[in-house]
T-cell receptor, first 108, second 118 residues
Framework: GIQVEQSPPDLILQEGANSTLRCNFS?????LQWFHQNPWGQLINLFY???GTKQNGRLSATTVATERYSLLYISSSQTTDSGVYFC??????????FGTGTRLKVLA | GAVVSQHPSRVICKSGTSVKIECRSL??????MFWYRQFPKQSLMLMAT?????????EQGVEKDKFLINHASLTLSTLTVTSAHPEDSSFYIC??????????????FGPGTRLTVL
């Protein structure tokens, strides 16, 4: 089956710093979403982005489907950005396959 | 819009008892709902797909007699962990996909239920 790898696995930032999170997938996908899981476990939809670029405030995402990767950019990070970031893909079927996650900690 | 709730948010039970978790789509209809399990510091793993009015589809390695799923309406799916044991302790998350014909795009996730079996 399709493999979804995220990097880096762990990231520590000082407040105000920028970062780029990467999601690589091993096969063509129909859909891709980025999520933020907060410290209480809630998954928050960030972007639905099977291709192209989207921006929402300090966050933006780019998916290059032909090269099988997606990037999530976080600018001017805040402590509330801490948590785990997941990408999830749908390839062929309707089932999401979640990536390995990036655990982010933003220090004040 | 696109809000999904779960109840309870946290449950502690004794080994051998059964626990029911509810997943509701509050402001949209969901033909399909999904149940995931997440162990500490790990990713989400799909357990089963719940279709309104039909039997659930379970992923390989998930015991259907242990994890009973009922999707009785377009806004409610339930997961019952039967005869729970400590190894069933986990974070259970549901998601719902808005009904748009046969196409499933975005999924919207509930806040999760933390199950602890003593």
């Amino acid at each position: 089956g399709i493999q979804v790898e995220q990097s880096p696995p762990d990231l520590i930032l000082q407040e105000g710093a920028n970062s780029t999170l990467r999601c690589n997938f091993s096969d063509s996908v129909n859909n891709l979403q980025w999520f933020h899981q907060n410290p209480w476990g809630q998954l928050i939809n960030l972007f639905y982005i099977p291709s192209g670029t989207k921006q929402n405030g300090r966050l933006s995402a780019t998916t290059v489907a032909t090269e099988r990767y997606s990037l999530l950019y976080i600018s001017s990070s805040q402590t509330t950005d801490s948590g785990v970031y997941f990408c999830a893909v749908i390839a062929g079927t309707y089932k999401y396959i979640f990536g390995t996650g990036t655990r982010l900690k933003v220090l004040a | 819009g696109a809000v999904v709730s779960q109840h309870p948010s946290r449950v502690i039970c004794k080994s051998g008892t059964s626990v029911k978790i509810e997943c509701r789509s509050l402001d949209f209809q969901a033909t399909t709902m999904f149940w995931y399990r997440q162990f500490p510091k790990q990713s989400l793993m799909l357990m089963a797909t719940s279709n309104e009015g039909s039997k659930a589809t379970y992923e390989q390695g998930v015991e259907k007699d242990k994890f009973l799923i009922n999707h009785a309406s377009l806004t409610l799916s339930t997961l019952t962990v039967t005869s729970a044991h400590p190894e069933d302790s986990s974070f259970y998350i549901c998601s719902a996909a808005p009904s748009r014909g046969q196409v499933i795009n975005e999924q919207f996730f509930g806040p999760g239920t933390r199950l602890t079996v003593l």
